[in-house]
T-cell receptor, first 117, second 115 residues
């Protein structure tokens, strides 16, 4: 149980275009979802926290107009990278927690590799 | 400033050797502590967590960790590693006042177990 999926697993796009990444909880209701960015050889950096039906809360230094997060249902959150540039190339990972899951245990998706040309 | 430090970035050891990965944190307040593992090509999985009580926590796959409050440490141990323990290990901290469960991760330690 407690499976989180992400789609797509990798995406290549041109500079200036927008890319949407989906994060789904497959077998539980995800009341809270988190979006991370992972740089090579570095840790996961929390970008934002989203609660179902509410606006996302962004970490300091993360541009909310560039990284649009929507959490419209208890099983789906989306991250849209708008007007992507090469410096946005990274590995994006989502995670989710739910009320019927062990408290504060995050279940992670497999990640999405974004390459901006 | 809040921080999580993992002492070793890369560890190589032979099968059956013992493993200990260090994790220290700097945080204003009480914390919950976690170790996550990422096997090659897979997503992060929870190994173990500490919220309160017995500071020696046992997790999956024979791992354990000890919370030493006075040292702000939460080191991960396994008495005898296997080749399948090759992975990246992340220590993470959550402040107990945070109701959403936000985690701050250490930089990770890449562990390679040779046959």
């Amino acid at each position: 149980g407690a499976v989180v999926s992400q789609h797509p697993s990798r995406v290549i796009c041109k500079s200036g275009t927008s890319v949407k990444i989906e994060c789904r909880s497959l077998d539980f209701q995800a009341t809270t979802m988190f979006w991370y960015r992972q740089f090579p050889k570095k840790s996961l950096m929390l970008m934002a926290t989203s609660n179902e039906g509410s606006k996302a809360t962004y970490e300091q230094g993360v541009e909310k107009d560039k990284f649009l997060i929507n959490h419209a249902s208890l099983t789906l959150s989306t991250l849209t990278v708008t007007s992507a540039h090469p410096e946005d190339s990274s590995f994006y990972i989502c995670s989710a927690t739910g009320l019927d899951q062990p408290k504060y245990t995050q279940y992670f998706g497999p990640g999405t590799r974004l390459t901006v040309l | 400033a809040q921080s999580v430090s993992q002492h070793n970035h890369h560890v190589i050891l032979s099968e059956a050797a013992s493993l200990e990965l260090g994790c220290n944190y700097s945080y204003g307040g009480t914390v919950n502590l976690f170790w996550y593992v990422q096997y090659p090509g897979q997503h992060l999985q929870l190994l173990l967590k500490y919220f309160s009580g017995d500071p020696l926590v046992k997790g999956i796959k024979g791992f354990e960790a000890e919370f030493i409050k006075s040292k702000f440490s939460f080191n991960l141990r396994k008495p005898s590693v296997q080749w399948s323990d090759t992975a990246e290990y992340f220590c993470a901290v959550k402040g107990t006042t945070d109701s959403w469960g936000k985690l701050q991760f250490g930089a990770g330690t890449q562990v390679v177990v040779t046959p």
